[in-house]
C-alpha cells in the first residue's frame, strides 16, 4: 500500500512486485535485506513516513528506513520476545506487545517509551495488537499459560465455559491515560491476531480455536462467532 514494498516474512525482504500462480510458489525481485535481529521476527509495520519497524524473538525492536535499508534505531525495554508491532494512525505512537505480558508504547520520532507505559494487564503472553482508525483505542490479544495449565488439571472441568474462556482474551485500552477500558472474553485457545474494521466500528480477532469472532468495538459485545477453518488462524485483517 501507499507504494511501499511488500514485506515477507522470515528474515526481513523487501520486495517490488510478486504474482501468484495455483502451482508454483510466489515470484518476486527482492529489493534488499535488513539484518539486524538475532532472532525470529514475529511482525513488522510500516509508518506513513516511511519508517519500517520489526519486532522480534531476541527482544528488541528496530526501525528502519525503508528505502535505503539502513537500521535508525534499536528500541529495548521488554522483558521477552516481541510478537506485534504496530504504528498509531497519525503515525506519532508506536505499540509492542510481548511474551512479557505487556504492550509499550513508544514515541515513534524519539524511541523514547511514553509515560503512560507500559499496560498490563494481561497475566501472560500478548501476541497482537492493534489500533482503532481514530487511534483512541488499543486492541491487545493474550494467552494465559498458566489458565491452560490449571486446564489440564483433573480437576478442572474442560467443558466449564467460565475456565475454557479464561485461556484468553482481548483488552481494550484507552491511549491517551494507558487505562483498560474492557475485557472481551469468548475464544477457547490463544488469540493470536486483532484487526479494527475501517470504520471502526467492528474488531475480528483470530484463534487457534479456528473461529473469527467480531466484537462491537464500543460496547464490547460479541457479535458473531465465523466457523470453518479446520485448523488454528493466524492472522486476520480487513
Known sequence: ANGLPLILGGSIDLRDGFTFTTSSPIEATPLQTLSGHSNIVWSVAYNRDGTLASASHDGTIRLWHAETGLELQTLSGHNGPISSVAYSPDGTTLASASFDGTIKLWDAATGQELQQSPLSGHSDMVFSV???PDGTTLASASFSVLAQQALNEDF???NDPQV???LSNIQL???ASGSLRETLSGHTAPIKSVAYSPDGTTLASASDDGSIK???AESGLELQTLSGHTAPIK???Y
Request: net charge negative; aromatic share 16%; hydrophobic share 35%.
Open 130 to 132: 492493534a489500533y482503532s
Open 156 to 158: 478442572h472441568d474442560p
Open 164 to 166: 475454557t474462556t479464561s
Open 173 to 175: 485500552w484507552e491511549v
Open 214 to 216: 467480531l466484537w462491537h
Open 235 to 237: 492472522s486476520v485483517t
